[in-house]
């Protein structure tokens, strides 16, 4: 981490040192395991606005830590979201990947990851530097200890067409197929006929990390979302489930993400 988020993170220990506790109690009065707050002090993993909130109310700091993570945000070059997130990714031996609107970003291609920035949204640079990071991020699946990725999506993302983009759907469709081949990657798809069901309420991520503990990620149009709250995250981890089972076993599921790619061949 830079010297910055050193900063931060200098002030979090001092604060705990000036209270007399232990990592495991101080942990605890804001909810987070002992193990947690020393990967925090340490840099293992950053400080999630979650985090900095828990300790600014508890602590009664005046929101001190949450302002220090915000102008840090400012003082880099990628969103302090995105940020976070590509640390625990990085980090994470399993990662559970759901999927309401698009193939996950893992599993996109390039002509894909631009085709989903379209819109006017962001200009031509923007649109570079974001497809780039993306690309990037996908070095984790192909390292020599990748961690294990399950994503389910809806079926819809894989019928949903890209206007003026002939044969964008079939390269991805067979992008799907082929890395759903790995051992460490498994695709399931919910097919349409599941109806109404719980996913359709939004995409998430729930991230395993070395040391057995998990952190969230969910979003919308206005604002990335981090929850790594034991009990928020074990909430989480319950809707995982639930939308896990509605989804195909993962052969069927590559077998019908091979029908749909004939269906989008000319």
Known sequence: MGTV??????????????????QDDFGRAIGYSGSHVSSVETGGRPPTKEYTRAVDNHHRTGERFQ????????????PAWLREWIEFEREATTLRWFELAYVPGLLQTERYARATLAGGRFDAEDVDRIVASRLE???????????????????????????DQP????????????????EHIQVHVVPVDAGMYLGLAGQFIIAEMPD????????????????????????????????????LPRRQSI???????????P
């Open 212 to 247: 057995g503990e998990r952190v969230a990620h969910a979003d919308n149009q206005l604002i990335a979302q981090f929850v790594d709250a034991s009990t928020d995250v074990a909430k989480l981890a319950k809707t995982w489930e639930i939308v896990r089972n509605e989804a």
């Open 67 to 78: 302002r220090m993570l915000e102008r840090l945000g400012r003082l880099d070059a990628e």
């Open 5 to 22: 988020t050193d900063y931060v993170l200098e002030e979090l220990r001092l604060l705990r040192a000036e209270t007399g506790l232990s």
């Open 255 to 265: 077998e019908l993400i091979k029908e749909v790619a004939k269906a989008w061949t």
């Open 137 to 163: 991020r996908q070095a984790i699946l192909r390292r020599p200890r990748p961690p294990q990725l399950i994503a389910v999506l809806d079926e819809a993302v894989l019928r949903r067409p890209v206007l």
């Open 167 to 182: 044969g964008l759907m079939v390269e991805q469709c067979e992008h799907l197929v082929e890395l759903a081949a790995q």
